[in-house]
């Protein structure tokens, strides 16, 4: 077939930081690579082109999302394609390095390419004997390369050895083909942020720091300095996408239930999720719920936060999508939703219960409390105020005791720092107060220069 440019459709999830991709095979048919169980934006793209997923291929055993690969095998029968040494628990077709799959014009050709993952395949896409791209996942990313530590730091250097022998296959194809990656900026499995989420190998010999390594070493200490914290989750979903995700005939529902309702949910242990935004919280919130502002990082922060196995309940606002909260919560695993506060925050006063709330502050109003900066070690050491307690909003639950009397807390715009204070109040912290703003605010606000350096 006459292979265009458009016949690659990428589709973006940027609060996961990744890329899903579906490709027009010319025949009414189609092929989605890396495609998660929140099939919304794939079965539009589809749609609109008149396509049929014939073969939905998933590069690696993921850790950061469910894959939607066994829900098309179920709804449009497509043939599922995935490394044979992944010893998935479903049908699919087991791939080893070097085997082609005929898609009707085009060949997709499997390349072992271990180091994110030890079963993890990159596939080529051949028109005749004309290499068009690659769907690398999380083996050659833009100007970087996947995370080697989710199997254990005991095995972080091994699989950046691996990684290393991988790019540097990888690198011998042709400059013009395309790279595809599903991990980009935004992607705790570690790709710095804003890169293009797309390059060819070409390119990337020219200005990927991991390509450039002189040798092996070097590359290995420069991946593996850059692994920085990642989701509670992901230590569970890739079991889970082995296991396959299991069929959803439908979208979830999100039952309302009344403040008393909601009561004895929290009484028997469930818990509650307040996704509104940050200054709505801040105004008046159930207490004891945990702030997550419905936004594109919310399954992040959910799975980050609370286990998978408690009823959850959500606050929501007038205007928020329901289906949002649903499939964020899907994609990862989260399945236990036992409903929403009907009539939102409104009808827990409004039934007598005592609500709390939160100082939500601008920074000429902050004052002189301690600063306490949730933000990653990345982010903080690109630019924090002097003197901030740095705490990272994934290990603060873990470390409340740390956070000095009377804070400010603070990340990049306040809806991390919402969601920070809401762990403090949980461990009993009244004395807590939110910055509506980031670093650079603060620091222009009390005429202080931000400081530049890391954590650890």
Known sequence: MGFADDHLIP???TGLGNSAYLVDLGDGRALAVDASR?????????????????????????????????QLGHDAG???LASAAGHRAFAHRGLADGDEVGLGGLTLRA???PGHTDEHLSFLLLDGDRALGVFTGGSLIVDSAARTDLLGAERTEE????????L???????????VWPTHGAGSF???????????????????NPLLTAPDEDTFVRRLVAGLGSYPAYFDRLAEANRRGPAVLPSAPPLPALDAGQVRSLLAEGGQVVDVRPAADYAAGHIPGALSIPLRGQFATWLGWLLPDTAPLVFVTGDDQDLDEIV???????????????????????????????????TADRAGDRPYVDVRQEAEFAAGHVPGAVHIELGGLAAHTGDAPEGPVVACGHGERAMTAASLLERAGRTDIAVLDGGPAEYAAAHGRQLTEGGTR
């Open 11 to 13: 589709l973006v999830d």
């Open 38 to 70: 929140d099939l919304r934006a794939l079965r539009a793209a589809a749609e609109r082109r008149g396509l049929a997923v014939a073969y939905a291929a998933d590069t690696h055993l993921h850790a950061d999302f469910l894959s939607g690969a066994v």
């Open 78 to 80: 497509a043939t599922v």
């Open 111 to 113: 390349l072992a390419t």
């Open 159 to 166: 699989l950046a050895r691996a990684q290393y022998r991988s």
């Open 168 to 178: 540097g296959r990888l690198a011998t194809l042709p400059d013009e083909v395309a």
């Open 189 to 207: 499995c570690s790709a710095p942020p804003g890169a293009e989420r797309t390059s060819t190998i070409g390119a990337q010999k020219r200005t």
């Open 327 to 361: 499939w964020q919560a899907a994609k990862i695993g989260y399945e236990r939703l036992a409903g929403r506060l009907d009539g939102g925050m409104p009808a827990w006063p409004a039934a007598g219960h005592r609500q709390a709330t939160t100082a939500f502050v």
